[in-house]
């Protein structure tokens, strides 16, 4: 299955003060395991940025004013997204700065049904503990020290490792190609994989084992 770990940049945190996006990163996932798909892009938003979110990001308004704007690269950022679940850590505001966004520009909004929102599941799994994306990587032990300022495809890619663990998935999920499970095949391009070799014991080993275990289970070894 196909989904889109999303993170958003903006000037300022409410799209009723006029807020915009400065910036759009993008990594696709397959059965939850990042493929070489990307989206990125910055943005001009028309608009100062915040002293505090230049603080958050770092973009400047010199910087912006000479990107493309949202009307540019939304039909690039919807073909991207197209078909595929959504993942982001706080859904609500990535989606309201988009759908924003997407609305002076008379298109069709996006809808929080076909999102899943981490900062819920963090929310479910640890009740009452800190749940940021900086307090998760600790908690998982996953390295943010790339994190100086809050840009979006590092913080996709650390939403990445944040989801896999949410869903208790340890390892990515794998894609079995034969039945005696030699090779094994971890994405559809066939560029990262491992293999595992079964090692069957001989009938004197198992003979072997068993006498042991029998012998073992005579001992008294709390004498």
Do not use: W
């Amino acid at each position: 299955m196909k989904e889109v770990i999303l993170d958003t940049e903006t000037t300022g945190l409410s799209v009723r003060d006029g807020h915009r996006i400065v910036e759009i990163g993008c990594i696709e996932i397959n059965n939850l395991i990042p493929t070489q798909n990307k989206f990125h892009c910055y943005l001009n938003p028309e608009r100062k940025v915040s002293e505090k979110a230049l603080e958050v990001h770092g973009y400047t308004d010199e910087f912006l004013s000479t990107q493309k704007k949202f009307s540019e690269i939304v039909d690039e950022f919807l073909n991207f997204i197209e078909n595929k679940k959504l993942v982001i850590h706080n859904a609500e505001f990535d989606l309201s700065h988009l759908n924003n966004e997407l609305g002076l520009l008379g298109r069709k909004k996006l809808n929080s049904e076909n999102t899943v929102d981490t900062l819920a599941l963090a929310r479910d799994k640890f009740p009452g503990s800190p749940i940021s994306l900086d307090a998760l990587c600790k908690r998982y032990r996953v390295d943010n020290s790339k994190r100086t300022h809050h840009t979006a495809l590092i913080d996709c890619d650390l939403l990445a490792k944040i989801y896999i663990n949410l869903l208790d998935q340890k390892e990515p999920t794998l894609n079995f190609k034969n039945e005696d499970n030699e090779k094994i095949i971890i994405n559809p391009k066939n560029i990262n994989q491992y293999f595992k070799k079964i090692v069957k014991p001989t009938e004197e080993e198992l003979k072997l084992h068993k006498n042991y275990l029998k012998n073992s289970l005579k001992k008294n070894f709390f004498n």
